[in-house]
């Protein structure tokens, strides 16, 4: 299985290269210093990104300027933000090439999206004995909702196992198929190995099999360009905060007559048509998904992001990150001796690396690199059974982005034979 | 020159104090912070309401690792009773070092799954009817 299917029509012209160094200057945050007066060096855009300028303006603009709720008033102000607001569904829907803006359902993130579609569709389409199809590489959000899914229904999981060097093994994938599963939900790219998943055929088997497909993009979305027609999914789900966007903010993405199907996930205000004391109505989608008053300067937020990142092309963003993958693949075995790298090559491998340095904790690791402004995560990445599946506590990990230069990595490098020395000295 | 990493911090945490296990403890206690993955097994042999043997296990961070280190030292041959006086502030004293926010779990695991494997002895010693449990026996 090898990935070409996330491209679409917006891959069209040769691909501009970006310039990380001047886009910087977009990132306010990169100018700030830490306690000890060290430039930020942020490695941990997979946990969340760093926000431009236009993403922090966006909030600000509808906090000072038309701070109305939304699909409600009949003023001015309350216009603009219904406006802003139904822009920002239109141009998540372009981010993706979703054929329609209707079936963009706004949410606070991924998790709650993957939520949201087990309580909705899960449980009205999941029955004893059903089998539902993940991945060993899943994030927590990915396996927990279909844990309790499946605990209240009496169905099962399954899991595809992944190979040594992270990759999924389509082999073991085909034969679980023949269980007849209803859903298979596979992350896109894995937060941890940075495996980046072949969507699309991946997508064509699991429906020659009969099962629908979920797809978890929410390492995938802000890093490569992801067009959910020609992968092919039923449902795809990502945040707005690891794309450049504020937190809180976040969307599903379904075919409409799925949509259309299911039930309501949360009940309220603004997903109803017609309330009576004992029974509603409810609203058209997307909004039958959308009870009550959404973070609306967040989801704004989120547009502008999207906006953002259209506008240095998502094949640029992916060329970019694969530089900075390819460089850090080569340079930290090179100059860390001893350093433990997780995850496949890098021509299967989105913009992060996991590793360990021998018999240090990566907190101890994550400590140090602090120190010099070296912002990694250390953890288990909220993918337990992937670090239990490598016999792993845990592991350090440095994730990149569009703000990402290579300066950073050689930074990296150099803080890691630091925590070295302090630790075999 | 690190604050955190003191030469003795790591040498407790390359070469604890007291890691190994008892053959027959009289207590004991696995604690973990599924968080970091740091996970210690505390074993104590107490009679007389005192504890005689203490030894751990555990794999963790060097603030956790070291912090099992500093407390087995310290509580061996102490009464039941004053063990489980000791208050967090004790042990960071002990640790010695200033720990931030975010790792105040791993220097403070041993305490907890110390205090974990007396509370479990002291219920135990409550079920079976017996005399002495805790504090009271010293």
Known sequence: MTDTATTGPQRQTAPARLDPHLLRTDFPILSTVNRLGKPLVYLDSAATSLKPLAVIEAVDGYNRAYSANIHRGIYEMAERATGAYEETRAKVARLINAPDPREIVFVRNATEAINLVAYSWGRRNIGRGDSIVLTEMEHHANLVPWQLLVQEKDGDLEFVPITDDGVLRPEVFEVLLHLRPKLVAFTHASNMLGTINPAREMTEMAHAAGALVLIDGAQAVPHMPVDVQAIGADFYVFSGHKMLGPTGSGALWARRELLEAMPPFMAGGDMIREVHLRRSEWNDVPYKFEAGTPDIAAQIGMGAAADYLMGLGMDAVAAHEKDLVTYALDLLPREVPGIQIYGPAAEHRGGLVSFNLPGIHPHDVAQILDRSGICVRAGHHCAMPLHERFDLAATARASFNVYTIPEEIDALAVGLREVSRIFNR | ?138
């Open chain 2, 1 to 138: 020159m690190d604050d955190l990493y003191r030469d003795y911090i790591l040498e407790h945490y390359r070469r604890p104090h007291n890691f190994g296990v008892l053959e027959a403890p009289t207590a004991s206690y696995e604690g973990s912070n599924p968080l970091c993955g740091d996970r210690i097994t505390m074993m104590l042999g107490i009679s007389d309401g005192v504890v005689r043997e203490v030894a751990f296990t555990g794999r963790g961070c060097a603030i956790s690792q070291a912090s099992a280190s500093l407390l087995t030292d310290e509580i061996k041959g102490k009464s039941v009773a004053d063990v489980e006086k000791m208050t967090p502030d004790q042990l960071l004293d002990l640790i010695g070092i200033e720990i931030s926010p975010a790792r105040l779990k791993c220097a403070l695991l041993s305490l907890d799954t110390v205090a974990h494997a007396l509370a479990d002895d002291a219920a135990k010693k409550v079920e079976a009817g017996g005399s002495g449990a805790g504090a009271g026996a010293s």
